[in-house]
C-alpha cells in the first residue's frame, strides 16, 4: 500500500487531536462517576456489583499509573484505539465475527442489537479486542469503563470523518499516534519544565519518513542479502540499495552477520508505531520466501517467530507497534492466530512494592530475581531502553538469563488464577509479567540494530535521566539522542551492526569528540548520508538537523573504507529522497576521519590546504535565556544610550553588511540580564558574556544555518544564532575568508 498522502494526513490530524479532546473528557466523567470518593464510608450505592468490582481494579490501576490524571489518560487511549484498531481491520477485511468470518460496518449495525451493544463500533471494539488478546487484554479494567452515549457518538463521527484510504496506508498507524500527541507535546514544551516521564515520549516521539526506513534498511539487511545471493535481486519496487560499479554493495557486505535469514535477529529498542518493524517484516518475510521456499503465510509467521524484536518507553506505542506488525501479518496470509509478538514496553510504572510482585514467582529463585528487576525497574518511566538488565541477570549466572526467558510464561499460570479471585491483584501481575518480558528484550544482544533515537538536550533532561546518563554514558551525555548510540552498540552482538536516525550535530560538534574518537578507534563505521534540514514533511522536521549512520561492533582495518552521502542540498522530502537514491556516493578511509580535526565526520574528500583554525578561531555567540526581555530592533528606540547595545544576527544570503538590525540590554554587564544569569548558572554559564573576545575586532560572521552564509563583522556583540571566525593575528583580517561579491 503507498504512504500517506499530504491531504489525508492533514484530515487524520484534524480528527485525530479532536478524538484525544473528546476521549479524555469522556474518560473523566466516567472515571468520576466510578471512583467517587467514599472515604466516608457508603456513598457507593449508586454502582452495581460489577462496577465495584471494576472500581477495586480501577484504583489499583491508578496507584501503578501514579494519579488521576494519568489514568484519564490511559482510559481515554484505550477506549478510543479499540475503536479505531477495529476500523482499520474492517477496512483491510480482517474484522472477524467469533464464528470466524469477516464483517462489515453494516453488518455490525444489525449485530449489535442482536449481541446487546450500544452500538456497531462497541460491538466492532469487542471483536477487536477478542481478535487481539495481547494487546487488548480481557481483564483490562479500561476497557471495561462505559462511556456516555454523547461522547461515544461524538467519537464515532470522529472516525466516520476519516476517509477510508487513510485506514490502508501503509504509514497511517505511525501518524495516528504523533497526532495524538501534538497537544501533549506543545503543552509540555510551553511549560519550560524539566522533561522525564511521562513527558518523555510526547517530546521526542518524530515519526521516521517513509524513504528514511527503506534506505536504511537496504542498505543495511539489502546489502547483506546481495552480497550473498547476487543473482537474486532485492525483491522491492523501488530500491534504494547503492552498489558498487562490480555490483557488490557500497555499504559493504556485513560478514559478522549470521549465513541466513532464519538466524537473523532485529532489534529497534526505541520502536514507536513499528514503523522499522513493519518494514523489517515486509522485507524479511519476501527474502524468507526466497531462501526457504517458504508460502507467503509461513514466512509471515516465521518472521514474527524468529527475526523481529521491538522496546518502546511508552506502553502506548508498544500497543499500537504490535497492532501495527499484526496487522501487516493478516494482510500476508488471511487473518489466523499469530506467534506471540516480540515487543515489550522498556517504560512501564511499577507503582506497587516488591510485596505486590512476590506472589507471582513460584518458587525462593523467581523471588530473588523478581526483587532484582524490581530494583532494576523503578524509574523505568524516565529511562526505558538505556536500561540494561544484563548485569543484574549476569550476577545470577547462566541459570538467570534462563529464567528471564521462562519467567512470562511461569507468570501467566499464576495470573490467569489471579484474574478469577482478584482483579486488582491481576494488576500487579500484569505489570511484572510485562517487566519480565522486557527485561528478557533489553538483556539480549542482536544482529542488527536499527531505529530513530530520540533527540532530548541535556539541559531539558529531568534529573533521573540526566544523571543515569551521565553515570553510564559519561561521554555521550550532552543529548540523549547519543546516550542511544553507545546503548545501540550494547544491544548488538560482536560483528553484528547499529544503523541510527540520529542528529546530525554529534558528528562535528567539540562537545562530542571523544565520542567520536572512541568509536572510530572502536567500531566500524559502514556509512554516513547526511540529510540537513527538511528531512522531515511534518513542521517539526524544519528544525532537525539529521544524518543516517551505520556502524557495525568490531575493531576496523586500517584500510576500511566507509561510504558518505551527501543529501543535505536537497530542500524537499522528494529531494533527499532522490539524493539518497541517486546522488553521488564517496568512499572515505576512517583512518583519515581520525585525523580531520577534533576526528569531525567530514563527507568530502579532505583539501590539502592548511586548516583554518591555523589563522583564526571560531566563537559562538551571546544566549541570553530570555530573547523577548533583552533583545530588541534599533529601530524601536530614539536613542540607544547606555543600556543597549548593538548586536549583529544572521543573513539569509552572503553580503558585504548585514543582520544588524538588533540590540541587546547589556546594561555594561551588571544589570538584568546577568542578575539572570547568576541565577541559572547551571543552565546559562557564562553564555551571557560568549563571544566578548571578539567584540571590538573585526572578522566574518557566519550564520548557523543551511549553507552557512557570512558577512563582515565588526566588533559588535553577536547573537548564539551567529558563529564569528575570529583572526589570530591583525593582519590576518586583510585575507577575507569569503567572498561577498
Known sequence: MPALETPLRKILEKQVIAARDTAEAAAEAALARLLVDNSGGGALGHLSDDERKLRKALLAKQRQLGSREALVRECAYEQWHAMLFARFLEAAGLLMHPDGVSVTMDDLAELAQEEGDPDAYATAARYAAQMLPGIFRPSDPLLRVRFAPEHRQRLEALIEGIPKPAFTADDALGWVYQFWQTARKQQVNASGRKIGGADISPVTQLFTEHYMVQFMLHNTIGAWWTARHPETPLPTEKSYLRLNEDGTPAAGTFPGWPATVRELKVLDPCCGSGHFLVAAFALLRRLRMLEEGLSEREAADAVLRDNLYGLELDPRCTQLAAFNLTLEAWKAGGYRKLPPLNIACSGLSIGAGVEDWLPFAENGDERNILKALHAEFQNAPDLGSLLNPRTTVDSFGMYGQDMLDTLPGKIERVLSREQAQDPAAAIHGENVQGVARAARLLGDTYHLVITNVPYLARGKQGDILKNFIERRHPEAKADLATAFVERARDFTKPGGTYSLVTPQNWLFLGSYKRLREGLLKE???????????????????????????????????????????????????????????????????????????????????????????????????????????????????????????????????????????????????????????????????????????????????????????????????????????????????????????
Open 523 to 741: 567500531q566500524q563505521w559502514d556509512w554516513v548520508a547526511r540529510l540537513g534540514t527538511g528531512a522531515f514533511e511534518t513542521i517539526s522536521g524544519e528544525v532537525v538537523n539529521v544524518s543516517l549512520v551505520t556502524l557495525t561492533n568490531q575493531t576496523p582495518a586500517n584500510t576500511h573504507q566507509m561510504l558518505g552521502l551527501d543529501a543535505s542540498e536537497g530542500r524537499s522530502v522528494d529531494a533527499k529522497d532522490a539524493a539518497l537514491r541517486e546522488g553521488k556516493v564517496v568512499m572515505l578511509g576512517q583512518e583519515g576521519q581520525r585525523g580531520n580535526p577534533d576526528s569531525a565526520i567530514i563527507l568530502e574528500k579532505v583539501s590539502e590546504l592548511p586548516l583554518l583554525s591555523k589563522y583564526a578561531k571560531g566563537l559562538a555567540g551571546v544566549l541570553s535565556g530570555d530573547s523577548s526581555r533583552f533583545e530588541a530592533y534599533f529601530w524601536e528606540f530614539t536613542e540607544i544610550g547606555s543600556t543597549w547595545e548593538f548586536q549583529q544576527s544572521t543573513v539569509r544570503e552572503q553580503i558585504p553588511y548585514g543582520g544588524r538590525q538588533g540590540v541587546l540590554r547589556w546594561e555594561k554587564g551588571k544589570g538584568q540580564l546577568h542578575a539572570l544569569a547568576e541565577a541559572l548558572k547551571e543552565r546559562l554559564h557564562d553564555a551571557h558574556e560568549r563571544g566578548n573576545a571578539a567584540w571590538g575586532k573585526k572578522g566574518v560572521a557566519v550564520s548557523q544555518m543551511r549553507d552557512l552564509p557570512a558577512t563582515i563583522y565588526t566588533g559588535e556583540f553577536f547573537d548564539c544564532n551567529a558563529a564569528v571566525i575570529l583572526p589570530h593575528k591583525e593582519e590576518y583580517s586583510g585575507v577575507a575568508p569569503c567572498n561577498f561579491e
